[in-house]
């Protein structure tokens, strides 16, 4: 480190890595300033996991990297370095007690994302950490190009590190617009292409409205591709919404497709995934025989939501106006084949301001995955969303924030502090 360079570490943007990183930084006895375009630190953590914020999971290194979509090989320095339970316990540490649910999901004990942001911003500002409202125009780098400092509101700030925690492009509204991929480019890193993921899946097909906001749980889905190819299976919970299908199932599932190519997909949802197809048959006839003069509508009351029904006899081709004892064995087929396979077109994802998080960005092969410093700009530092780095939902994408955040903190102190 050169006598005259700053002492001082600059991070860009106060969400979720942004903050934890200038928790470690000020804890490491690190000057810190961190900007903030928003009034309200951290706005999207404060609407994670429903409001509940859903922290991290409790997990293996090993199984947190089997659940990272994209950068499992660029993560394993940072989750090795500060592993889930190193983050609960740092949580635990600044006044937030954890818990642990189903599926190993660690939330705060008061179920309030709240209380995660405000602690965390409570600690950095103890610790002597500067949180200032500012949205950052421009990276200043010197001659030798390295990163020296920040342009907020016209006024240059300079800085022995710069750290850009300014997350990726989805729920906009929280502050997140792409500034870091540009701030990237301009200092002439890769940036990967961009597009959504866990995001609600859009069809053109009438059912959806007419299903809107019926939640069906327990169901398989299967998601193909046009040529029949699976591309995703799963089970558990989804929802109908107006312009398509939703939910934790789809969310997953859509993380798995590439819509990049125009490729058309195809959900198929078992309906009844833990009956075989004799055992349906059984009971439709049983259900037919008890009500044999009935319309098949009426008759099959019970067999799904009500609302449900109607849509499925439609797909099966069936007019539910018809008696109950003249469906045929072939009819009966297809309302089995359709309550194992109810199909639903896929036209694309919902747009990228809907998703959980961005897929694709900062392009890993850019950055040191042992200090998240950029390989081209001394100095230069890049945590959380804005990284080519995406995972499943249960807390993955908020532990590559905090495991990050970390590893960034630590090569910045060591840098900054010219620890060996
Ligand atoms: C609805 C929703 C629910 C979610 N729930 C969960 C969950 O329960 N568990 C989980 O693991 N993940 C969840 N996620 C994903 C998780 O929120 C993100 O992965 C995480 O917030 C990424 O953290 P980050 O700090 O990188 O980015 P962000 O949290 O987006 O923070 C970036 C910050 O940078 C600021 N900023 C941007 N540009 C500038 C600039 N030029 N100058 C100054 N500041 C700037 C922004 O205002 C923002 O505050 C959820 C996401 C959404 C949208």
Redo the contacts with the bound molecule.
């Keep these: 480190m050169s006598d005259t360079q700053p002492q001082n570490a600059i991070i ?9 990183c200038a928790f470690q930084l000020a804890k490491g006895g690190v000057a810190v300033t961190v ?4 009034p309200l ?5 404060r ?4 409001g ?6 409790d997990c293996t290194p090993q199984e947190f990297l089997d659940n990272i979509y994209r950068g499992k090989k660029s993560l394993r320095s940072a989750i090795y370095g500060h592993t889930p339970q190193d983050v609960m316990a740092e949580f635990e540490s600044i006044g937030v007690p954890v818990k642990v649910e189903r599926g190993n ?1 660690v939330f705060p004990m008061s179920e309030n ?1 709240h209380d995660v942001a405000a602690r965390l911003e409570n600690v950095c500002r103890r610790l002597g950490a500067e949180l200032v409202s ?4 421009e990276i200043i780098l010197d001659d030798t190009g390295t990163a020296v400092g920040v342009v ?1 509101a016209g006024t240059e700030h300079r800085a022995g590190a710069v750290v850009i ?4 492009l ?2 906009p509204k ?7 991929y540009r ?1 990237a480019q301009r200092a002439g890193l890769a940036v990967t292409e961009k597009s959504p993921s ?1 995001v609600p899946l859009l069809s053109d097909e009438p059912c959806c409205p007419a299903l809107q906001g019926l939640s069906l749980k327990n169901v398989r889905l299967t998601v193909t591709d046009d040529e029949g190819r699976e591309k995703y299976s799963g089970f558990g919970e989804m929802l109908f919404t107006d312009r398509g299908i939703s939910g934790p199932l789809i969310l997953t599932a859509s993380a798995q497709l590439d819509f990049s190519a125009k490729a058309c997909y195809n959900a198929s949802i078992d309906l009844k995934p833990a009956v075989t197809e004799a055992e349906l048959d059984a009971r439709l006839l049983a259900m037919l025989a008890s009500a044999q003069n009935k319309d098949v509508v009426n008759a099959l009351h019970g067999l799904l939501p009500a609302s449900l029904l109607p849509e499925l006899l439609d797909k099966a081709g069936i007019d539910g106006r018809l008696k109950a004892n003249s469906l045929t064995k072939d009819a009966r087929k297809s309302i089995i084949r359709t309550l194992k396979g109810f199909s639903v077109a896929i036209s694309g994802p919902a747009p990228i301001d809907e ?3 961005t897929r694709g960005g900062v392009d890993m092969s850019e950055i040191s995955s042992s200090t998240m410093q950029s390989k081209k700009v001394p100095g230069l530092y890049f ?5 080519d780095l ?2 499943k ?9 905090w495991s990050t ?1 970390f590893l960034a903190a630590k090569a910045v102190t060591a840098s900054l502090l010219e620890i060996q």
């Design positions: 860009v943007g106060g969400g979720a890595a942004g903050l934890y900007f903030e375009r928003n630190f951290g706005k999207k953590l609407i994670t996991g429903k509940r914020c859903n922290m991290t999971n999901r994302a500012e949205r950052v125009t907020a925690a300014t997350g990726g989805s729920y929280t502050g997140s617009t792409g500034d870091g701030f866990l998703a959980v998080i945590i959380g969303e804005v990284l995406d995972g939902t249960g807390g993955f994408n908020l532990q590559i924030a955040a």
